[in-house]
């Protein structure tokens, strides 16, 4: 385990450091003069000066990158010019909405995923796999966005159950919990439901595996329902395969939550990214798109790690640390 | 069987650019237009209204029209209006909105028969970036060496492990807006998929024999990877570009829900999708009715897709 893990936060250093070489270069794409970025409109000329030399943005490409990078691992974004804050503060303030939305959402993807997963199994056992395999593929064609628009003119403008956008009251007290709560219900569901059909389709075929192994035909041999077969011999094993496919699909769960942020006004990061660009704030949008692909790289190694750390076989048999990527 | 099945796709893709090129000119009324945004706006699906002509005077629009003597008595809102009968110019003419109207008076079916065209060109153009982008990369990195092959597969994980939307965003953020902008963010964020096929499709043809007799017939390794490779790796990309589609689809109408997609004027599914976000307690139509021209023309085409890919690849699975 221990090689193995240091293999693979190694790698993902080296991702990260890509993530971030990336961030880098696309801002200096832009067309004009890049320090322009970095000018607030309301700035006296002194302190202009001031972040010319702190970013290093008087001086050659390459101190520039070193500065960004050194800068960046220290959490040292700038100063917002909306906010009229430190970015790692307006930032840090929105990552716990985030997260709590995020691992929702990730929830009611696991649960529907293997739901579906479980009837695309009995289907495909009843030689009738199409009819719920074009379910799923009609779920993947729904945009979250949308989705999420639907379920709010269901759910809290046609019948009233619950709020239609916002976080609730800030607090944790009992009462502000169950707020919050009945406010989480539709973001959550709108994320987890788009990403479903990944997990499904994944689940399926892993069960479609697995269903072959000697251990299942023996539980059939032993007389077991076929139900029984499913939940307690073959599913176990099936899922996991799934927990790599969890870490993969982060980019898309983080880039869903930006998405349902926005239609539910919570006020996470993404909902913050969004209010940046249309502000003009350019330290506020580069330091979330670098905090979103950090995010990302360090949920994947996590993701990885609980894969090796629950089957042994994908610490020992590996040597490469693009196990099992498709 | 394969060539049947392969067929129906193909057929689906044909529908597809057909409808992009006629669908607009079906438009019952101009998508644009906003003959009278007091009576017309927000009517809910399957309502109907009356023009009304007047001598030497704009139009005026009715949800009813009574007569009482010489006079005819318009129901609009703001408040009804008395039109003498000698002042029409034309017969009262009455229209159906199958699918409503929006805020502005306009009709929503034209706006999405008309939204069509700049929905489909902008996702393909954008899997046409995408997979070209993603060809090169993989036939690069599958047949000029492990160093290079490293290196590109390196940059491909990174890209692979940026939230998507966030990268288009920062790209937004340094750009003016522009449909070519969409199309290049997209298709620079779209292409990494598509280069792991091809390249696990040229390492693998690589070692067969026809290449070991082009390069014993001393081939360079480029016309090798021109003449012999590329065209054998292809067939995974033509399916990939499918399934691509729809996603392309859907990310395009994504961006136009958050702003930074194609620029107004010019309107998409997803743009006409976020013009009705602030009515949907009252106006759902006009959310609703766009977002399913974008659902029903995803699952076609990936639906299509999947049927291509189990026609051309034998032993897929779903």
Known sequence: ?326 | MSGRAAAVPLAVFGVLLAAAGALPLAAPFDPDAMPDTAALRVLPPLSTAFRVARRDRPDVWATAVTTRGDVLILERAPRPLEVKLSDLSAPVESRTFLLGTDQLGRDILSRCLSGSRLSILVAGAAVAVAALVGTAVGTLAGAFGPRLDAGLMRVTDVVLSFPRVFLVLLLASLFSRSVTLVVLALGLTGWMGIARQVRAETLSLRAREFALAATALGARPARLALRHLLPNALTPVLTEIGLRFAGALLAESSLSYLGIGVPPPQATWGTIVADGRDSLATAWWISVVPGLFLVATALAVGAAADSLRRALIPGARR
Request: net charge positive; with cysteine; aromatic share 6%.
């Open chain 1, 1 to 326: 385990m221990g090689r193995y893990l240091v293999r693979r936060s190694f790698s993902s250093l080296v991702t990260l450091f890509g993530v971030l070489t990336l961030v880098f270069f696309l801002v200096r794409l832009h067309p004009g003069d890049v320090s322009l970025l970095y000018d607030d409109p309301g700035m006296d000329d002194a302190a202009r000066e001031a972040i010319r030399r702190a970013y290093g943005l008087d001086q050659p490409l390459a101190s520039q990158y070193v500065l960004f990078l050194a800068s960046t691992l220290r959490l040292e974004f700038g100063s917002s010019f909306s906010h009229h804050r430190p970015v790692a503060q307006v930032i840090a303030e929105t990552i716990p909405l985030t997260a709590l939305l995020a691992g929702a959402g990730l929830f009611v993807e696991l649960l529907a995923g293997t739901g579906l997963a479980l009837l695309l199994d009995r289907r495909r056992a009843a030689g009738r796999g199409t009819i719920a395999g074009t379910c799923v593929l009609a779920l993947h064609s729904i945009p979250s966005f949308w989705l999420g628009l639907v379920l709010v003119a269901v759910f809290a403008h046609g019948l009233g159950l619950l709020p239609p956008s916002g976080a609730g009251p800030p607090g944790a007290a009992a009462v502000h919990l169950v707020d919050r709560l009945r406010h989480l219900l539709l973001p959550a569901a709108t994320l987890g439901l788009a990403g479903a059909p990944a997990i499904a389709r994944h689940l399926a075929a892993s069960l479609e595996r697995v269903s072959s192994a000697d251990f299942v035909r023996t539980a059939r041999a032993k007389g077991l329902s076929p139900r029984a077969v499913l939940l307690r011999h073959a599913l176990k094993p099936a899922l996991l395969p799934v927990v790599t496919i969890v870490g993969l699909s982060l980019p898309l769960l983080v880039s869903g939550a930006l998405v349902v942020e926005v239609v539910f006004a919570w006020p996470g990061m993404g909902r913050l990214a969004i209010n940046a660009l249309h502000a003009r704030d350019y330290p506020l949008v580069i330091a979330c798109t670098a905090v979103a692909g950090a995010a990302v790289v360090a949920g994947g190694l996590v993701a990885d790690l609980v894969h090796a750390a629950i089957d042994p076989r994908v610490r020992d048999a590996h040597s490469s640390d693009r196990v099992g990527r498709p």
